[in-house]
């Protein structure tokens, strides 16, 4: 029994290749039908179960999507798996580990220090009060509040890259966001100091780019990373007592 498992998982992983290629020859975009099972079958020259087994796969990973009731059709193609996988990941050893945390950091930095120029050269008027808007609302809910402050930052940040038009760039970066809120509340010591330093390090970053001033900018980027790096690191700190 446990010799034929192999085979299985090869076959269900080719079919799945064969779906992922029929939708790049037919140039399906994300939202279009996918053929039925029975055409899928036929198409691919595979049986039903196995077509099943790989539309699972590919569903897991939003490239397809399956309606029910209605059919199966080209998937989001979002980031939530790599989403789900860096969360389980950051969680998996929240106390004995906290490179993931230093790395989604670093890469969140990456991608608005890597973009500063264009960022602040392309953000509209509109934007950057919609901008001070949300600078606004962090300050009036504060952490404490949880939800408002977190959906504004969320949206802060996003807001921040989508004048670059680059979807990948804005996915990646709202996904990376997404898994540091879920790992960030399991490092412990965020103060009401490092609070007021994270909303002003926001609001720095506005002023800067709506006078144009990339260095400050930048400068306002890492003020508003600080907090959380000084927290990893006492987090290691404590760790390194504790062994």
Not at 45 to 71: F, N, Q, T, W, Y
Request: aromatic share 6%; glycine share 8%; with cysteine.
């Amino acid at each position: 029994m446990s010799g034929a498992k192999p085979g299985r998982q090869l076959l269900r992983q080719e079919v799945a290749d064969g779906i992922k290629r029929y939708i790049l020859d037919q140039r399906l975009r994300p939202g279009d039908p996918l053929p039925t099972e029975p055409v899928l079958c036929e198409t691919l020259g595979a049986s039903r179960s196995s077509v099943r087994e790989a539309v699972k796969i590919l569903d897991a990973l939003d490239i397809v999507e399956v309606r029910h009731g209605h059919g199966t059709y080209v998937g989001r193609l979002s980031l939530s798996a790599l989403v789900e996988s860096l969360t389980f990941r950051g969680l998996l050893s929240p106390d004995d580990d906290f490179q993931v945390m230093a790395d989604l950091v670093d890469v969140r930095e990456l991608f608005e220090r890597g973009m500063a120029d264009r960022i602040v050269s392309l953000l509209s008027q509109d934007q950057l009060d919609t901008l001070d808007g949300l600078v606004a609302t962090m300050r009036e809910t504060g952490v404490q509040d949880g939800h408002g402050f977190v959906e504004a930052d969320r949206a802060f940040h996003a807001l921040l890259v989508a004048p670059l038009g680059n979807e990948l760039i804005g996915q990646l970066s709202m996904a990376f966001w997404d898994v540091y809120s879920i790992v960030a509340p399991h490092l412990d010591g965020f103060t009401r100091a490092d609070e007021m330093e994270t909303i002003t390090a926001h609001q720095n970053i506005v002023d800067a780019a709506r006078s144009g001033d990339t260095a400050g900018f930048l400068k306002a980027l890492g003020e508003h990373y600080a907090p959380v790096r000084r927290r990893i690191s006492e987090a290691r700190g404590r760790r390194s007592a504790q062994d």
